[in-house]
């Protein structure tokens, strides 16, 4: 949803009380006038940010040819020496953002096969993972929950007993995210709460990137969706790549139920502990909530009874969870999602043409490219090389290890897409478990757990990325606070990992 592109908080304030008369989505709203073509800026020479770009990407890319041009260390292959080449390269793209995050997913596809890294069949195969389907099937389900209006219905009266005081809710938006990815991806259900986030925060005339309830609002939606995102395997994409990795690794997987159980504590942890850092690292603002208490309670009174097509679009996504929980195991969670997407098209619960405007192929191509990646990697020995090369002396408990996979994971997911950074770390992560003994199931979880809490940059992960294009967000906002809670999540982690996965047998 290009939330930017529409009317925003300047444009909806200017037509005075009607902000807080009626509900409505930012795609609902219409400028009174065309907008005037704005005046083109004149060139100027980069900042110091533009220039450390450049230099961050003139020296992966001269990393990576180095080793793509050097001989073939003992032990290493040229087609494992080509994807540690291309993987470099990729990655820095990826975390310089020089272009496209799904340019880079289909330039890796490409260099892949072109270097011989695999051969260029297997690259598209690789592309073609079921995990990029998922997400596809997924777009389309939330794309049509939120055109019916249904997520907003939903989502309105989950947030009623919130409406007392602006900070209750603000936590209230917090558990609504976290509620809501426990049966979707954090990408569509911050995209469902996005706008109610959008129109508070128009009635309570709210000052863009310098009022305090602002930032915790907005914030507190992002981490909701980040932090409940770990308690199932459909809360996001990359749990359903960790699982197909560890299925091709090790021929296990692990249950919705077993993932529930693990998962669970640190969901609850973080989103008891997230209000808290937010009360803490902006100040209180005192906001009159009358305006926006209006604005939500006649948007409840107005909506009237549910719809035929909300009705449909309910039942789809009611059945398509059930079939997810209870046939996940033996059915591909891919297959499962795109026969929902299908079943509203029979219906007609959903429009083609409402359907592309849903799907974000930008974040489909990155992912797809992330995970050849990562099969490329693993496929030609070089995540085996590596760890034999560097790691083959240390001696530290399987706890240790798992403690360290999921760390590093969460660091790696800053700088690029988390897929990508499960993608990468697991192949490395089962080679130092069958080296020193650790669990393929922890490890497995602590990778895409790790990397599911990535709070500390705006292009971290979805949620960051939606909320920060409000514009009432700052990056140092960001990265102060979700610094902060980088950290703590870290000895969430730790703790969870050393006390509860020991005695539900995981470590």
Not at 366 to 388: C, F, K, P, Q, S
């Given at each position: 949803?290009?939330?930017?592109?529409?009317?925003?908080?300047?444009?909806?304030?200017?037509?005075?009380?009607?902000?807080?008369?009626?509900?409505?989505?930012?795609?609902?709203?219409?400028?009174?006038?065309?907008?005037?073509?704005?005046?083109?800026?004149?060139?100027?020479?980069?900042?110091?940010?533009?220039?450390?770009?450049?230099?961050?990407?003139?020296?992966?890319?001269?990393?990576?040819?180095?080793?793509?041009?050097?001989?073939?260390?003992?032990?290493?292959?040229?087609?494992?020496?080509?994807?540690?080449?291309?993987?470099?390269?990729?990655?820095?793209?990826?975390?310089?953002?020089?272009?496209?995050?799904?340019?880079?997913?289909?330039?890796?596809?490409?260099?892949?096969?072109?270097?011989?890294?695999?051969?260029?069949?297997?690259?598209?195969?690789?592309?073609?993972?079921?995990?990029?389907?998922?997400?596809?099937?997924?777009?389309?389900?939330?794309?049509?929950?939120?055109?019916?209006?249904?997520?907003?219905?939903?989502?309105?009266?989950?947030?009623?007993?919130?409406?007392?005081?602006?900070?209750?809710?603000?936590?209230?938006?917090?558990?609504?995210?976290?509620?809501?990815?426990?049966?979707?991806?954090?990408?569509?259900?911050?995209?469902m709460l996005f706008?109610?986030?959008?129109?508070?925060?128009?009635?309570?005339?709210?000052k863009q990137a310098?009022?305090?309830?602002?930032?915790?609002?907005?914030?507190?939606?992002?981490?909701?969706?980040?932090?409940?995102?770990?308690?199932?395997?459909?809360?996001?994409?990359?749990?359903?790549?960790?699982?197909?990795?560890?299925?091709?690794?090790?021929?296990?997987?692990?249950?919705?139920?077993?993932?529930?159980?693990?998962?669970?504590?640190?969901?609850?942890?973080?989103?008891?502990?997230?209000?808290?850092?937010?009360?803490?690292?902006?100040?209180?603002?005192?906001?009159?909530?009358?305006?926006?208490?209006?604005?939500?309670?006649?948007?409840?009174?107005?909506?009237?009874?549910?719809?035929?097509?909300?009705?449909?679009?309910?039942?789809?996504?009611?059945?398509?969870?059930?079939?997810?929980?209870?046939?996940?195991?033996?059915?591909?969670?891919?297959?499962?999602?795109?026969?929902?997407?299908?079943?509203?098209?029979?219906?007609?619960?959903?429009?083609?043409?409402?359907?592309?405007?849903?799907?974000?192929?930008?974040?489909?191509?990155?992912?797809?490219?992330?995970?050849?990646?990562?099969?490329?990697?693993?496929?030609?020995?070089?995540?085996?090389?590596?760890?034999?090369?560097?790691?083959?002396?240390?001696?530290?408990?399987?706890?240790?290890?798992?403690?360290?996979?999921?760390?590093?994971?969460?660091?790696?997911?800053?700088?690029?897409?988390?897929?990508?950074?499960?993608?990468?770390?697991?192949?490395?992560?089962?080679?130092?478990?069958?080296?020193?003994?650790?669990?393929?199931?922890?490890?497995?979880?602590?990778?895409?757990?790790?990397?599911?809490?990535?709070?500390?940059?705006?292009?971290?992960?979805?949620?960051?990325?939606?909320?920060?294009?409000?514009?009432?967000?700052?990056?140092?906002?960001?990265?102060?606070?979700?610094?902060?809670?980088?950290?703590?999540?870290?000895?969430?982690?730790?703790?969870?990992?050393?006390?509860?996965?020991?005695?539900?047998g995981l470590v």
């Amino acid at each position: 949803m290009d939330v930017s592109a529409k009317d925003g908080p300047e444009q909806a304030a200017a037509t005075g009380d009607d902000a807080a008369e009626t509900f409505r989505w930012p795609e609902e709203r219409r400028r009174a006038t065309p907008p005037s073509t704005p005046e083109q800026p004149e060139p100027t020479a980069p900042g110091w940010h533009g220039w450390a770009q450049r230099g961050l990407l003139l020296l992966g890319a001269s990393a990576a040819l180095w080793i793509y041009l050097a001989p073939v260390p003992a032990g290493l292959t040229v087609a494992a020496k080509a994807a540690g080449a291309v993987f470099l390269f990729c990655t820095t793209l990826w975390v310089t953002n020089i272009v496209p995050f799904g340019v880079t997913g289909l330039l890796a596809i490409a260099l892949l096969g072109v270097l011989g890294a695999m051969r260029p069949g297997e690259a598209f195969a690789a592309f073609g993972n079921s995990a990029v389907f998922f997400l596809i099937g997924v777009f389309i389900i939330g794309g049509a929950l939120v055109d019916s209006g249904l997520s907003k219905r939903c989502a309105l009266l989950f947030l009623r007993p919130f409406e007392k005081s602006p900070y209750a809710f603000a936590t209230g938006m917090m558990l609504a995210a976290a509620f809501g990815t426990l049966w979707m991806p954090n990408q569509a259900t911050s995209a469902m709460l996005f706008p109610i986030c959008m129109e508070v925060a128009v009635a309570l005339r709210l000052k863009q990137a310098g009022s305090a309830y602002a930032k915790v609002l907005f914030l507190s939606l992002a981490w909701g969706a980040m932090i409940g995102s770990n308690a199932s395997v459909l809360g996001s994409t990359r749990a359903a790549l960790a699982l197909g990795m560890l299925q091709e690794s090790h021929g296990r997987s692990i249950s919705f139920a077993q993932w529930v159980v693990a998962a669970l504590p640190i969901v609850v942890l973080g989103v008891l502990i997230a209000p808290l850092a937010l009360r803490m690292l902006f100040p209180r603002e005192t906001v009159q909530f009358t305006s926006a208490r209006v604005l939500l309670e006649r948007s409840v009174e107005q909506m009237g009874r549910a719809s035929r097509r909300q009705w449909t679009v309910g039942l789809v996504v009611v059945l398509t969870i059930l079939a997810w929980i209870v046939l996940g195991h033996r059915v591909d969670l891919a297959v499962i999602s795109i026969l929902g997407a299908a079943t509203l098209f029979a219906t007609r619960a959903i429009s083609w043409e409402e359907a592309e405007k849903r799907i974000y192929w930008n974040i489909v191509l990155m992912y797809g490219g992330a995970i050849a990646l990562g099969v490329a990697i693993d496929r030609t020995g070089a995540a085996r090389w590596l760890v034999e090369q560097y790691l083959s002396g240390i001696t530290i408990s399987p706890l240790a290890a798992v403690i360290a996979v999921a760390v590093a994971t969460m660091l790696l997911s800053e700088f690029m897409s988390n897929v990508a950074a499960v993608a990468v770390m697991l192949p490395l992560a089962f080679s130092l478990g069958n080296q020193l003994g650790a669990s393929p199931m922890a490890l497995t979880l602590a990778a895409s757990i790790g990397a599911g809490l990535d709070f500390a940059l705006p292009f971290s992960s979805a949620p960051n990325t939606i909320v920060f294009a409000s514009g009432y967000l700052k990056m140092t906002d960001v990265v102060k606070a979700g610094g902060v809670m980088t950290l703590l999540s870290v000895l969430i982690v730790v703790v969870v990992a050393w006390l509860w996965w020991p005695v539900i047998g995981l470590v």
